[in-house]
């Protein structure tokens, strides 16, 4: 009777884990698409103080994020080396995005869409970064309500992970997202840039997206 019992209980116990399993994942997943969100709005961060350090020169690789900037006889540093791994890419390499208008465009008219038709202001706003917003920015209002759905994970994108001048990073993955960034539920979709800076994190919840607030240390 006592092995009968003990049995039991462990079939009970193991059929709550069962049960509580898929929220731990969930949660797991959601904390780790926070924390890619958190360090891709550093690396945004540490792009515009590059660009506004090198007056107007793009970094061409992680490396020069990491390596800091010169200030007097030693370096500031501008980025975290763990900032520069990606938690949802199986290599841990951030996409580097080009200043590209076929590829920034969209996604400023998802920012664009999300906020209301308004871009949020970056929070230190620089003539060399307002360069190239305006290149970008020409024809945003332009396009349908379908430009703005997530493409197929199928679609080709660009997977450029070093040695190209960027202007932004974006995940490799291409798995559907717990939380949203600007509204977009596509990994590979988000782009962290210092062109476009402002509170665009949700987390879904069903049918249900309940707007949270977001902020990294500046």
């Known amino acids: 009777m006592t092995l009968i019992a003990v049995m039991a209980m462990l079939t009970l116990f193991a059929v709550a884990l069962l049960a509580v399993a898929p929220t731990v994942h969930q949660e797991v997943q959601r904390e780790k698409e926070l924390e890619t969100i958190r360090r891709g709005e550093e690396i945004a961060e540490a792009i515009r103080q590059y660009i506004a350090f090198?007056?107007?020169?793009?970094?061409?690789?992680?490396?020069?994020?990491?390596?800091?900037?010169?200030?007097?006889?030693?370096?500031?540093?501008?980025?975290?080396?763990?900032?520069?791994?990606?938690?949802?890419?199986?290599?841990?390499?951030?996409?580097?995005?080009?200043?590209?208008?076929?590829t920034i465009a969209p996604f400023a008219k998802r920012v664009q869409t999300y906020n209301n038709g308004l871009l949020p202001n970056n929070p230190q706003p620089t003539a060399l970064l307002d360069r190239y917003s305006?290149?970008?920015?020409?024809?945003?209002?332009?396009?349908?309500?379908?430009?703005?759905?997530?493409?197929?994970?199928?679609?080709?994108?660009?997977?450029?992970?070093?040695?190209?001048?960027?202007?932004?990073?974006?995940?490799?993955?291409?798995?559907?997202?717990?939380?949203?960034?600007?509204?977009?539920?596509?990994?590979?979709?988000?782009?962290?840039?210092?062109?476009?800076?402002?509170?665009?994190?949700?987390?879904?919840?069903?049918?249900k997206q309940q707007q949270q607030n977001f902020n990294i240390t500046r």
């Open 54 to 102: 090198h007056n107007g020169k793009l970094p061409e690789s992680r490396d020069d994020l990491l390596e800091g900037l010169p200030q007097g006889t030693k370096k500031r540093m501008i980025l975290r080396p763990s900032a520069a791994t990606d938690p949802l890419s199986s290599d841990g390499k951030w996409r580097l995005i080009k200043a590209d208008q076929s």
């Open 134 to 207: 305006i290149a970008f920015l020409v024809n945003l209002n332009t396009g349908t309500e379908d430009d703005l759905d997530d493409p197929d994970e199928s679609e080709d994108i660009d997977i450029t992970t070093d040695n190209q001048p960027f202007i932004g990073v974006a995940s490799q993955s291409r798995s559907r997202s717990m939380v949203t960034y600007y509204g977009i539920e596509r990994h590979s979709n988000w782009i962290f840039t210092p062109l476009f800076r402002g509170t665009g994190v949700s987390s879904m919840n069903g049918t």
